[in-house]
């Protein structure tokens, strides 16, 4: 048989040369497709090196590695990034047109090739199988034994890590064989073969420890550049066989290797790093998409599509997501990460689609684009670009429209719901003010009913046993009640109603604003157990009275801090202290007495089922305040200062003012009164006369003309407008109201006044001017009484009364029967019924040197002074009569014995004694918070300050709150008014002298009080004079 070589010599060959190499291709063969299929089924075939051993030994793989034998580590350098070159192939042009055949064909042999049909394949006609030139033979050494074992390792633990068994960063360690490899040189094969073999492994002249394998897609493929170069024809089937004979290591296109494998000394380990760790070369490809396609004929894509045949579902859809994205949005060119996009891909689940920052995260050039995704209109540039934006503007035109319609929807709603919230507020408060109406009508013929029967049986009720229910509630308005500090503590300033106990029938329940503490209580038990005491004059005949009188307090006095509800409306929200009065009063005749009138009265006492012996709410608000006193006074008939009333704008203000100073040239100060403000709160004062710069030519004018002509001059007119045009800056400039706190500016106190109305009255030109208040009572049965009279005191300027002396001594008490007798019968006529006080002021005429008598105002409840009032009449044991002014009491004990001489010699009765008090409500010092109310009365008891039972004279204290302790109620009782004016004073010099020290004065009242008390006395002293001398 002949061989010709590539020179065209023709060498004479041995037929049993060629049956062993026949022989030894098939052998190889064997080995290299078992190497193969135990790499598919993840093997790792460890081959010993032992000289022994034949090379494909059968025993079954080993998987672990042994503990104890050295371990090698194999490092993989890192493939470099261009394909590497390959020789020229020898074989011919025409092989390249087989294709795919022809390598298929050449895998079936590799297989199986002791197929007979797979042997035919080799003698095809078109084929020429040329089969290497051996010279001689020779076995294989050790050395190469070696290598070829340790590149079978790396063949299968690279199929291990492709195939995701093994993770590419992990460290593979090798068993290091028994045997010790040696480097040896690999056989000389003829020029030819190396010319012709691809899957070439060339040594390292210089490292021997270096072994270079081709690279393995230009092994099948070629040289591969998607943009960079052409596609390499494939090399011929004879080739690949000569290549994988002559070579030690045969490489199969599956696995992809493109790398180094650097083979170490015998004393170092075989390592592998994560900088240098095994991978495919697939991973570090990129694949080009521009405008959204990709080639998916270049042999890059199929290489990696083979590489990754098990996951290539999961990766196709990914691609395709990407491939429409970019497409959409026409990106010109998108460079993907094929490493990057298996990973991903094996990460995605087919039934949901990639996020778009997924598909970002693939691609390498990621910024440049993001920046072409994110410019505006880009989406409309790509497929599909023209029916997108169309949609788009179709959408936006329908959520235009849709949104109009929805907010005018909205709106719609939003209008329905705001009428239909306000119509059902509307109803329900309608029916609530129905309700209210309905129940306070009720209320209001309930009282009327009881009224009746009240006076019907009047006169046998007052002579009866009864119970007394006594509530001092300040039923003011709201806005009122805001205005008053510590309205519970001046709510609880008529303690002295206690003393309707003195009536032996008679049984008090009294409803407190204050929560009292037991010393407070066990105060005044022992206060009312003087009455005892005081009858006869023995100190030790105290008796305990607690039967006589209750002392409640509503639980709901701290459920509604805030809203400054009247003592009246807590007591109706208290169903405890309801209960327990019912319990008190059931089976008996009982009746109410309030304080200033409230709606929630009449619901207290249709809760109790008892009359109340007072006015009603609507009768109060007409005839109550100053306009309405004002009516009523003129109704009477009697005195009032020169004044207007009803005022309620600043024009008729200006002009009723400018018109009473005309007519009044002689009064130097007027005042400004609110209709529902009481106790002087809401009143304030102008000297206009001294302070009206015209008023010295209005005076000229009013003298050129008489009385009568003086109204109808032109004088009186330009006068007029004169006044009217300078009062309102004067006004601005020279007002001072009473309570500097609430109104600090004559704007405020304007508003307010102007708000609620008001009165505008003269204020009597005169040195000395008396303030007096007399109460009185018309009975159920119509029947007038005055019960109380006084001359006020005026510790707080002198247009507030803050005390009372009794009886009055200013005016002639005929004058003032009278008077009080017309407002009576005016005030019963109009529906008032109870008690009401009227407030009076008498001074003498400057010019007429005459006692004039003005009635200033009208109060329709039960005042302080009628609560003091029957405080000393329960201590004297004695009885007021204000027709004649006297405050007539039994003796005391020196009286009697002197008065029992006198009537040993006439054999006259003993006549009564006749005394006088001083009282207040009112008195005010910061520093009786510092010390005990025990304490305090100690100290005063030491300086002689306290009452003789006895005597029946002395000073008594009122003790409201134990909290805040910075009231007092003080009322002193002896037989000469200047005597007793004089122990008052010193009383509050003595209180002051104890709670003070020389740098803490603190605020109080005292030294006003005092100061006017001086101004009294020095009065009283001109009076007895002026009585001595008349006298003979």
Same mark, same amino acid.
């Given at each position: 048989?002949?061989?010709?070589?590539?020179?065209?010599?023709?060498?004479?060959?041995?037929?049993?040369?060629?049956?062993?190499?026949?022989?030894?291709?098939?052998?190889?063969?064997?080995?290299?497709?078992?190497?193969?299929?135990?790499?598919?089924?993840?093997?790792?075939?460890?081959?010993?090196?032992?000289? /022994?051993?034949?090379?494909?030994?059968?025993?079954?793989?080993?998987?672990?590695?042994?503990?104890?034998?050295?371990?090698?580590?194999?490092?993989?350098?890192?493939?470099?990034?261009?394909?590497?070159?390959?020789?020229?192939?020898?074989?011919?042009?025409?092989?390249?047109?087989?294709?795919?055949?022809?390598?298929?064909?050449? =895998?079936?042999?590799? %297989?199986?090739?002791?197929?007979?049909?797979?042997?035919?394949?080799?003698?095809?006609?078109?084929?020429?199988?040329?089969?290497?030139?051996?010279?001689?033979?020779?076995?294989?050494?050790?050395?190469?034994?070696?290598?070829?074992?340790?590149?079978?390792?790396?063949?299968?633990?690279? &199929?291990?890590?492709?195939?995701?068994?093994? %993770?590419?960063?992990?460290?593979?360690?090798?068993?290091?064989?028994?045997?010790?490899?040696?480097?040896?040189?690999?056989?000389?094969?003829?020029?030819?073969?190396?010319?012709?073999?691809?899957?070439?492994?060339?040594?390292?002249?210089?490292?021997?420890?270096?072994? $270079?394998?081709?690279?393995?897609?230009?092994? =099948?493929?070629?040289?591969?550049?998607?943009?960079?170069?052409?596609?390499?024809?494939?090399?011929?089937?004879?080739?690949?066989?000569?290549?994988?004979?002559?070579?030690?290591?045969?490489?199969?296109?599956?696995?992809?290797?493109?790398?180094?494998?650097?083979?170490?000394?015998?004393?170092?380990?075989?390592?592998?790093?994560?900088?240098?760790?095994?991978?495919?070369?697939?991973?570090?490809?990129?694949?080009? !998409?521009?405008?959204?396609?990709?080639?998916?004929?270049?042999?890059?894509?199929?290489?990696?599509?083979?590489?990754?045949?098990?996951?290539?579902?999961?990766?196709?859809?990914?691609?395709?997501?990407?491939?429409?994205?970019?497409?959409?949005?026409?990106?010109?060119?998108?460079?993907?990460?094929?490493?990057?996009?298996?990973? !991903?891909?094996?990460?995605?689940? %087919?039934?949901?689609?990639?996020?778009?920052?997924?598909?970002?995260?693939?691609?390498?050039?990621?910024?440049?684009?993001?920046?072409?995704?994110?410019?505006?209109?880009?989406?409309?540039?790509?497929?599909?670009?023209?029916?997108?934006?169309?949609?788009?503007?179709?959408?936006?035109?329908?959520?235009?429209?849709?949104?109009?319609?929805?907010?005018?929807?909205?709106?719609?709603?939003?209008?329905?719901?705001?009428?239909?919230?306000?119509?059902?507020?509307?109803?329900?408060?309608?029916?609530?003010?129905?309700?209210?109406?309905?129940?306070?009508?009720?209320?209001?013929?309930?009282?009327?009913?009881?009224?009746?029967?009240?006076?019907? /049986?009047?006169?046998?009720?007052?002579?009866?046993?009864?119970?007394?229910?006594?509530?001092?509630?300040?039923?003011?308005?709201?806005?009122?009640?805001?205005?008053?500090?510590?309205?519970?503590?001046?709510?609880?300033?008529?303690?002295?109603?206690?003393?309707?106990?003195?009536?032996?029938?008679?049984?008090?329940?009294?409803?407190?604003? *204050?929560?009292?503490?037991?010393?407070?209580?066990?105060?005044?038990?022992?206060?009312?157990?003087?009455?005892?005491?005081?009858?006869?004059?023995?100190?030790?005949?105290?008796?305990?009275?607690?039967?006589?009188?209750?002392?409640?307090?509503?639980?709901?006095? /701290?459920?509604?801090?805030?809203? @400054?509800?009247? %003592?009246?409306?807590?007591?109706?929200?208290?169903?405890?202290?309801?209960?327990?009065?019912?319990?008190?009063?059931?089976?008996?005749?009982?009746?109410?007495?309030?304080?200033?009138?409230?709606?929630?009265?009449?619901?207290?006492?249709?809760?109790?089922?008892?009359?109340?012996?007072?006015?009603?709410?609507?009768?109060?608000?007409?005839?109550?305040?100053?306009?309405?006193?004002?009516? =009523?006074?003129?109704?009477?008939?009697?005195?009032?200062?020169?004044?207007? &009333?009803?005022?309620?704008?600043?024009?008729?203000?200006?002009?009723?003012?400018?018109?009473?100073?005309?007519?009044?040239?002689?009064?130097?100060?007027?005042?400004?009164?609110?209709?529902?403000?009481?106790?002087?709160?809401? $009143?304030?004062?102008?000297? !206009?006369?001294?302070?009206?710069?015209?008023?010295?030519?209005?005076?000229?004018?009013?003298?050129?003309?008489?009385?009568?002509?003086?109204?109808? &001059?032109?004088?009186?007119?330009?006068?007029?407008?004169?006044?009217?045009?300078?009062?309102?800056?004067?006004?601005?400039?020279?007002?001072?109201?009473?309570?500097?706190?609430?109104?600090?500016?004559?704007?405020?106190?304007?508003?307010?006044?102007?708000?609620?109305?008001?009165?505008?009255?003269?204020?009597? @030109?005169?040195?000395?001017?008396?303030?007096?208040?007399?109460?009185?009572?018309?009975?159920?049965?119509?029947?007038?009484?005055?019960?109380?009279?006084?001359?006020?005191?005026?510790?707080?300027?002198?247009?507030?009364?803050?005390?009372?002396?009794?009886?009055?001594?200013?005016?002639?008490?005929?004058?003032?029967?009278?008077?009080?007798?017309?407002?009576?019968?005016?005030?019963?006529?109009?529906? !008032?019924?109870?008690?009401?006080?009227?407030?009076?002021?008498?001074?003498?005429?400057?010019?007429?040197?005459?006692?004039?008598?003005?009635?200033?105002?009208?109060?329709?409840?039960?005042?302080?002074?009628?609560?003091?009032?029957?405080?000393?009449?329960?201590?004297?044991?004695?009885?007021?009569?204000?027709?004649?002014?006297?405050?007539?009491?039994?003796?005391?004990?020196?009286? =009697?014995?002197?008065?029992?001489?006198? @009537?040993?010699?006439?054999? $006259?009765?003993?006549?009564?004694?006749?005394?006088?008090?001083?009282?207040?409500?009112?008195?005010?010092?910061?520093?009786?918070?510092?010390?005990?109310?025990?304490?305090?009365?100690?100290?005063?008891?030491?300086?002689?300050?306290?009452?003789?039972?006895?005597?029946?004279?002395?000073?008594?204290?009122?003790?409201?709150?134990?909290?805040?302790?910075?009231?007092?109620?003080?009322?002193?009782?002896?037989?000469?008014?200047?005597?007793?004016?004089?122990?008052?004073?010193?009383? *509050?010099?003595?209180?002051?002298?104890?709670?003070?020290?020389?740098?803490?004065?603190?605020?109080?009242?005292?030294?006003?009080?005092?100061?006017?008390?001086?101004?009294?006395?020095?009065? $009283?002293?001109?009076?007895?004079?002026?009585?001595?001398?008349?006298?003979?």
């Amino acid at each position: 048989m002949e061989n010709m070589n590539l020179k065209g010599n023709v060498e004479a060959v041995d037929i049993g040369d060629l049956r062993r190499a026949t022989g030894r291709a098939e052998l190889g063969l064997r080995k290299h497709a078992e190497n193969y299929f135990n790499a598919i089924n993840r093997q790792v075939l460890t081959i010993s090196s032992a000289g /022994n051993k034949e090379v494909n030994s059968k025993e079954p793989p080993k998987w672990g590695l042994h503990g104890g034998a050295p371990q090698k580590q194999l490092v993989l350098p890192r493939v470099p990034a261009e394909p590497l070159s390959v020789q020229a192939c020898s074989t011919p042009a025409q092989h390249v047109s087989q294709g795919s055949q022809q390598v298929e064909m050449d =895998i079936k042999i590799m %297989l199986d090739p002791e197929t007979m049909d797979n042997k035919a394949g080799l003698k095809h006609h078109q084929d020429e199988t040329r089969l290497p030139l051996i010279t001689k033979k020779k076995s294989t050494p050790l050395e190469c034994i070696g290598i070829v074992q340790e590149c079978h390792l790396l063949v299968g633990a690279l &199929s291990l890590t492709g195939q995701r068994l093994l %993770l590419p960063a992990a460290k593979i360690a090798l068993q290091t064989p028994p045997g010790v490899c040696k480097a040896a040189p690999c056989p000389e094969f003829p020029r030819q073969h190396k010319k012709s073999a691809v899957g070439e492994i060339r040594l390292d002249p210089e490292n021997t420890n270096t072994i $270079t394998f081709p690279n393995p897609k230009q092994a =099948i493929y070629g040289t591969y550049s998607s943009s960079r170069g052409s596609i390499a024809p494939l090399p011929s089937s004879s080739s690949m066989v000569s290549a994988w004979k002559s070579k030690p290591v045969w490489m199969y296109p599956a696995q992809q290797l493109e790398c180094e494998v650097q083979i170490p000394s015998q004393t170092q380990p075989l390592q592998t790093s994560p900088c240098h760790s095994f991978q495919d070369p697939c991973l570090d490809w990129d694949i080009a !998409v521009c405008y959204g396609t990709v080639d998916q004929k270049s042999p890059g894509f199929l290489a990696f599509k083979q590489h990754y045949h098990l996951s290539w579902g999961s990766i196709l859809a990914f691609l395709e997501h990407t491939e429409k994205l970019l497409k959409d949005f026409a990106v010109p060119l998108a460079m993907i990460n094929c490493q990057k996009l298996a990973q !991903v891909a094996s990460e995605f689940e %087919l039934e949901e689609n990639p996020t778009k920052s997924a598909i970002l995260s693939v691609i390498k050039n990621q910024s440049a684009v993001e920046k072409i995704l994110n410019r505006p209109g880009q989406r409309y540039k790509g497929q599909g670009g023209p029916e997108v934006a169309a949609r788009k503007i179709q959408a936006t035109w329908r959520r235009h429209r849709a949104g109009r319609a929805a907010a005018r929807s909205r709106q719609q709603q939003w209008a329905a719901g705001v009428i239909g919230a306000s119509w059902h507020l509307h109803h329900h408060m309608a029916h609530v003010k129905k309700a209210l109406k309905e129940s306070r009508q009720r209320h209001l013929e309930n009282l009327s009913v009881r009224a009746k029967h009240l006076a019907a /049986n009047w006169n046998r009720i007052r002579t009866s046993r009864r119970t007394i229910i006594h509530i001092p509630s300040l039923g003011y308005s709201q806005c009122i009640r805001e205005q008053i500090p510590d309205l519970a503590l001046q709510q609880n300033m008529q303690l002295g109603r206690l003393c309707d106990i003195l009536d032996a029938n008679v049984d008090v329940i009294y409803i407190c604003p *204050l929560r009292l503490s037991e010393d407070l209580l066990q105060y005044y038990h022992k206060l009312l157990g003087l009455q005892a005491a005081v009858r006869s004059g023995n100190p030790e005949d105290m008796a305990d009275l607690q039967d006589r009188f209750k002392i409640l307090t509503p639980e709901a006095i /701290n459920s509604f801090p805030q809203h @400054h509800m009247c %003592l009246a409306t807590q007591l109706k929200y208290s169903p405890k202290t309801i209960q327990r009065i019912q319990a008190l009063i059931q089976g008996r005749d009982a009746y109410m007495v309030g304080g200033v009138p409230h709606q929630d009265e009449l619901a207290v006492a249709d809760m109790l089922q008892v009359p109340i012996l007072g006015s009603g709410p609507e009768v109060a608000q007409q005839c109550s305040t100053k306009s309405g006193s004002k009516r =009523i006074f003129a109704s009477a008939g009697v005195p009032t200062p020169p004044g207007e &009333s009803d005022i309620h704008s600043q024009e008729q203000m200006v002009r009723a003012l400018s018109r009473l100073i005309l007519d009044n040239m002689e009064v130097q100060r007027w005042l400004f009164k609110v209709n529902d403000e009481s106790g002087g709160n809401g $009143t304030a004062y102008c000297d !206009v006369i001294s302070h009206l710069e015209c008023y010295h030519w209005v005076q000229k004018e009013q003298q050129r003309h008489s009385p009568e002509m003086w109204r109808k &001059s032109q004088a009186w007119e330009l006068a007029l407008v004169e006044i009217s045009q300078e009062l309102p800056g004067l006004l601005a400039q020279h007002v001072q109201p009473l309570n500097e706190k609430r109104f600090p500016t004559w704007e405020k106190f304007l508003q307010t006044f102007l708000t609620q109305g008001g009165v505008i009255e003269a204020f009597p @030109h005169s040195t000395r001017v008396t303030n007096l208040t007399v109460d009185m009572l018309i009975e159920p049965t119509g029947e007038i009484q005055i019960v109380s009279s006084g001359d006020q005191l005026h510790a707080d300027g002198p247009l507030r009364s803050s005390g009372t002396t009794i009886p009055q001594r200013s005016v002639d008490p005929e004058v003032l029967t009278s008077l009080c007798s017309k407002i009576g019968e005016t005030c019963r006529s109009k529906g !008032v019924l109870g008690y009401f006080s009227v407030d009076f002021v008498t001074f003498t005429h400057p010019q007429t040197m005459e006692q004039q008598v003005w009635a200033t105002d009208l109060d329709l409840c039960y005042s302080d002074q009628l609560a003091l009032t029957q405080l000393a009449l329960y201590l004297t044991d004695g009885n007021l009569d204000c027709g004649s002014s006297c405050l007539g009491a039994p003796l005391g004990s020196k009286q =009697i014995q002197c008065q029992r001489i006198q @009537h040993e010699r006439t054999k $006259t009765p003993p006549p009564r004694s006749t005394q006088c008090a001083v009282m207040s409500t009112q008195l005010r010092h910061s520093n009786l918070s510092g010390i005990y109310y025990n304490l305090l009365l100690q100290r005063c008891k030491a300086h002689g300050v306290g009452f003789d039972i006895q005597e029946k004279q002395g000073t008594v204290f009122l003790l409201y709150d134990d909290q805040k302790q910075y009231r007092l109620g003080v009322i002193t009782i002896g037989e000469d008014l200047q005597g007793v004016l004089l122990t008052f004073a010193r009383n *509050l010099f003595i209180i002051h002298q104890e709670i003070s020290a020389p740098n803490t004065q603190g605020e109080t009242n005292f030294k006003m009080a005092i100061r006017d008390i001086e101004a009294i006395l020095g009065v $009283t002293a001109e009076t007895k004079l002026k009585l001595g001398e008349e006298q003979p």
